[in-house]
C-alpha cells in the first residue's frame, strides 16, 4: 500500500485497527476469586458476552447487558431481548447496585472496576477478543462453564462446527476476496476474517496490499489490483467507495455484497450466521460467473 493517506482513510480508523489487535487477549481471572457454580445474577460488560449470554444461557440468570445492546446500530442481539435487562455502562457503581454474583467483562474494563468489584467479593471473569475459531469456540466452552450451562455450551459449539462443516467446499474454486469493514479495515492474514474466508472457499488477497494483519485499503490500491470479491458493511457507507467515478472510468469490475461487522466484532456468537451468509456469497458470485460465462 503506498505512503500516501487517502481522503477514503480517516485518521481515527488507525486507532481503530491498533484496538482490534490489542484486544486479542485470552481470557484472565483474578487471582483467589471463588466463582458461584450456577450464577443467577450474572452481569454482562461486553456486547460479545451479551451474545453468547442470549445463546446458553437461561434468561432468569442474567441481571444486566451492556449498554451497547440496547443500541440498534451496535448490539448483536435482538435489542428487545436487551431491554428486559437493566443497560450497564461498566462503572463500578452502576455494576455495584444490581449486585451481581458473577460479572463477565471484555479486556477494555479498568482495573480500578475490578479491584473494587473484588474488595466486596464480586466475582469478575474477563474474556478477550478471539483471533481464531477454536478460540472462539474455547470462550464460549469457558462462559458456559462458569454460568453452569456446560450442555447448551456445547451444543452451541455443535451448532458451529456443523456451520463449519456446510460451508467447506471441494470444487477447487477459491474466488480471490477481501472484507472491506468500516472505514476500509482490511483483515489480513492470521485473522478470525482472514480464517472465515479460508473456511468458506475464498482466498483472502488482502496480504497482496500489505503484510498487517489489520491494514487501510485505499481507494489506489483497490485501482492498482482489484480484487474479485468485496464484502462490505453496507451500514458504514462502504458502497460510496465502490461507486466512485474513478472506479468506472477505470472499468474495474468488482463483485460486492454485504457482510455485517458484526460478524467479525462478536466473532464468537456470530459464526453460525457468518459462516452460512459466507457460503451463499460464495454460491451467488459463481452462480453469476457461471451465467456470465454462457
Known amino acids: 500500500m503506498n505512503g500516501r493517506r487517502s481522503k477514503f482513510m480517516p485518521r481515527n480508523l488507525l486507532f481503530a485497527a491498533a484496538f482490534v489487535l490489542l484486544c486479542g487477549c485470552k481470557e484472565t481471572a483474578p487471582a483467589n476469586v471463588n466463582f458461584p457454580n450456577h450464577p443467577m445474577r450474572i452481569a454482562s460488560l461486553s456486547p460479545c458476552v451479551d451474545a453468547i449470554l442470549y445463546e446458553i444461557a437461561d434468561q432468569n440468570q442474567i441481571l444486566g447487558l451492556s449498554h451497547y445492546s440496547f443500541d440498534e446500530k451496535s448490539s448483536s442481539i435482538d435489542v428487545n431481548f436487551a431491554k428486559k435487562y437493566r443497560p450497564l455502562s461498566g462503572s463500578a457503581e452502576d ?16 482495573p480500578q472496576t475490578i479491584a473494587q468489584l473484588n474488595k466486596l467479593a464480586i466475582p469478575v471473569f474477563t474474556v478477550g477478543s478471539p483471533q481464531s475459531i477454536d478460540e472462539a469456540k474455547t470462550q464460549i466452552n469457558d462462559i ?19 456451520a463449519i462443516k456446510n460451508a467447506k467446499t471441494n470444487d477447487n474454486q477459491n474466488p480471490k476476496a477481501i472484507m472491506f469493514q468500516g472505514g476500509g479495515i482490511v483483515p489480513g492474514a492470521g485473522t478470525l476474517g482472514d480464517e472465515m474466508l479460508k473456511t468458506a472457499g475464498f482466498e483472502n488477497v488482502a496480504s497482496q496490499y500489505s503484510n498487517n494483519a489489520y491494514n487501510v485499503l485505499t481507494l489506489e490500491s483497490l485501482l492498482f489490483n482489484p480484487p474479485q470479491i ?51 456469497i460464495r454460491g451467488e458470485y459463481l452462480q453469476k460467473k457461471a451465467n456470465h460465462a454462457q
Do not use: M
Not at 455494576?95 to 479498568?110: C, E, F, M, N
Not at 455485517?260 to 451468509?277: D, E, M, Q, T
Open 95 to 110: 455494576i455495584i447496585a444490581i449486585k451481581p454474583d458473577l460479572v463477565i467483562a471484555g479486556s477494555h474494563i479498568s
Open 144 to 162: 458456559a462453564q462458569k454460568i453452569g450451562q456446560d450442555g447448551r455450551g456445547k451444543e452451541f459449539i455443535q451448532k458451529i462446527d456443523d
Open 230 to 280: 468485496i464484502l462490505s458493511d453496507a451500514s458504514f457507507g462502504s458502497g460510496r467507495v465502490f461507486s466512485h467515478p474513478a472506479l468506472k472510468k477505470a472499468k474495474v469490475s468488482i463483485y460486492t455484497s454485504d457482510f455485517p461487522s458484526k460478524y467479525l466484532n462478536c466473532a464468537g456468537s456470530k459464526l453460525v450466521p457468518a459462516l452460512n451468509r459466507l457460503a451463499q
